[in-house]
């Protein structure tokens, strides 16, 4: 009794709309509905057929892992450097500590309407670049088709890079000054220690970053979508900016639901490839662990 | 140290330049914008600032995203520490299955939910109104905040409920006057997660909202980007002070959201 009085309305809220909308939402992408009125049309899977068909989705689908992909290759090491330099004492750590994390704590919403100002034509970044002698690399940086998605990646980039210094530096801190200092006296140099010692050890935090970044590029919507709707001509789509578009926007309702589903599936199945081949050795895999 | 120093220079360039330019450049006038906005604004123009401030739309968005925040921080974390406390501390049945099914929801993320979470909240009449934001805000807090309690609260030791048994008090209330005041640096992280999850969130009120006095703060960054489309002084400093609360709150908050961090990665 006592029990229940605990544990179930926590239960019930997270079942109703955490659980449930996913469950309900497998059955919407059977469908071809509007989201308004009842739900009749039966199609079976060609939702799903139909999204694998669409170049537009397909094109998005490879955005998104191009994007997950510059997040790991470029963000990873920028960070795992920064939080080695910022890792000893110095004058003004921890005011550096704070400006580093202060873009994550903005809203997505205001990082992107700032950043669409800030690039517009002859706006802030081209002058700028002119006044650095740079004018001749001035792009329309939101309305080429070529170099859009990596414009959203730079912004993104700015949002999210300081998260990962904040993490790494945390999980260095958690290191024992005692085996840096052993190692020393054992005849070890900087670069020894770092690479035989602290790297090992910093492990765990790293695999940890690598989750919280891919699950988080899997579903990237509010920067893209504020910055460019996913244009010009799908040339920044994100699989999320397309599952609003077509499933909200133009009401393909038990569409959009299929493309969230897709989305799931690729979060899944890295979650479960994840624990399968990189946490499993990790004691403080728990996150997963439970998970999967 | 010099290329401590060095890297630290760039960071700082990097990340506080543009904001402190979108704070002058929305304190100059559009003729300078459109030829110079690398300057001092010339001449200062701070009208831009008092008409958003004087004016209700900002204060509407800014209230608004400040009572869905507190609500669903508040719901995630009393019920939130209510079952965490079931299921840290006492032996049943299926303790460990739904402490797996809470934490599964790490991997449903309200992107992926956002298109069926409409239909439901449409169904239960809650369309363009705050708790049809504050309600699943609160439900997709709960992983998070699980994750963080539950260990938290098992590592507080046994013989400190024994001894509070023996005195007399019954589970309840070790629980409400023992645990939780013990559990306070972690309340606080997950407190905060909560809010800043709630207050950045902008595709579950982009869905919900219709009426414009109903939008939260991010919702309304956007609108009012596409109302004032070639106002663009205006548009930096309503971006300015949007920016500010998280700003102002993050000074403040830092070291825990750090330990939150943190607290994720040793599970």
Redesign the interface.
């Known amino acids: 009794m006592?029990?229940s009085?605990?544990?179930s309305?926590?239960?019930i809220?997270?079942l109703?709309?955490?659980?449930?909308?996913?469950a309900?939402?497998i059955y919407?992408s059977l469908y071809n509905w509007d989201?308004?009125g009842p739900v009749t049309d039966f199609v079976g899977l060609k939702n799903y057929t139909f999204a694998f068909k669409s170049d537009e989705f397909v094109t998005a689908i490879l955005h998104t892992l191009l994007l997950t992909g510059l997040a790991l290759v470029l963000q990873g090491p920028l960070a795992l450097g920064?939080a080695l330099?910022?890792n000893?004492k110095?004058f003004?750590r921890g005011f550096?500590?704070?400006?580093?994390?202060?873009?994550y704590?903005?809203?997505?919403?205001?990082t992107?309407?700032?950043?669409?100002?800030?690039l517009?034509p002859?706006?802030?970044v081209d002058?700028?670049l002119r006044?650095v002698g740079l004018g001749g690399e001035v792009q329309f940086w939101l309305a080429n088709q070529h170099v859009v998605l990596y414009t959203n990646f730079v912004v993104l980039t700015?949002q999210y890079l300081?998260?990962g210094i904040?993490?790494l530096l945390?999980?260095l801190q958690?290191i024992p000054v005692e085996l840096k200092e052993a190692a020393a006296i054992d005849g070890a140099n900087a670069w020894e220690i770092t690479r035989r010692i602290v790297l090992p050890l910093l492990g765990?935090?790293m695999r940890?970053w690598v989750f919280?970044t891919v699950?988080g590029s899997l579903?990237v919507?509010?920067i893209i979508w504020?910055m460019t709707q996913g244009g010009p001509a799908g040339a920044s789509d994100s699989m999320?900016t397309y599952?609003?578009r077509t499933?909200?926007q133009n009401q393909a309702?038990g569409y959009?639901?299929a493309v969230?589903i897709i989305?799931?599936v690729f979060?899944?199945a890295f979650?479960l490839a994840y624990q399968r081949f990189a946490l499993r050795r990790d004691t403080?895999?728990?996150?997963t662990r439970?998970?999967v | 140290m010099p290329a401590t120093y060095l890297v630290s220079i760039v960071i700082l360039g990097i990340t506080i330049v543009p904001l402190l330019f979108v704070f002058l450049d929305g304190a100059s006038s559009n003729q300078q914008l459109g030829s110079n906005s690398i300057g001092l604004p010339h001449p200062w123009v701070w009208s831009n600032y008092g008409s958003i401030l004087t004016t209700a739309p900002f204060w509407q968005f800014l209230g608004n995203s400040a009572l869905i925040a507190v609500v669903a921080t508040t719901l995630a974390v009393v019920l939130g520490s209510m079952a965490a406390f079931a299921l840290s501390r006492y032996d049943f049945r299926g303790r460990e299955f739904y402490y797996t099914l809470f934490i599964t929801g790490l991997l449903f993320p309200i992107v992926i939910a956002a298109l069926p979470l409409f239909a439901l909240l449409q169904d239960l009449g809650l369309l363009d109104s705050w708790l049809g934001v504050a309600l699943p805000e609160a439900a997709f807090a709960l992983p998070i905040t699980m994750l963080i309690l539950r260990p938290f609260m098992r590592a507080i030791p046994g013989d400190l409920e024994d001894a509070a048994l023996v005195d007399g008090a019954g589970r309840l209330r070790f629980f409400v006057q023992i645990l939780i005041p013990l559990c306070k640096p972690a309340l606080v992280t997950v407190s905060l997660l909560a809010f800043v999850t709630s207050w950045n969130q902008f595709l579950l009120p982009l869905l919900v909202f219709t009426t414009q006095s109903n939008f939260t703060l991010p919702v309304g960054v956007s609108v009012y980007q596409s109302t004032y489309s070639s106002n663009t002084a205006l548009i930096l400093a309503f971006t300015m002070l949007a920016a500010a609360p998280a700003l102002a709150v993050f000074v403040f908050a830092e070291r825990y959201l750090v330990a939150g961090a943190a607290g994720a990665v040793k599970g």
């Open positions: 006592e029990l009085i605990l544990l309305p926590g239960l809220l997270f109703l709309f955490v659980l449930g909308p996913i309900v939402g919407y989201g308004y920064t330099l910022l000893r110095f003004g550096m500590r704070l400006v580093i994390f202060a873009p704590v903005l809203p997505p919403a205001v992107a309407v700032m950043w669409s100002l800030l517009q002859d706006g802030f002058q700028v006044a700015w300081g998260f904040v993490l945390a999980g958690g765990p935090t940890i919280i699950i579903q919507f509010d504020l999320a599952m609003y499933g909200f309702f959009g639901t969230s989305m799931f979060c899944l979650c403080a895999g728990a996150l439970a998970v």
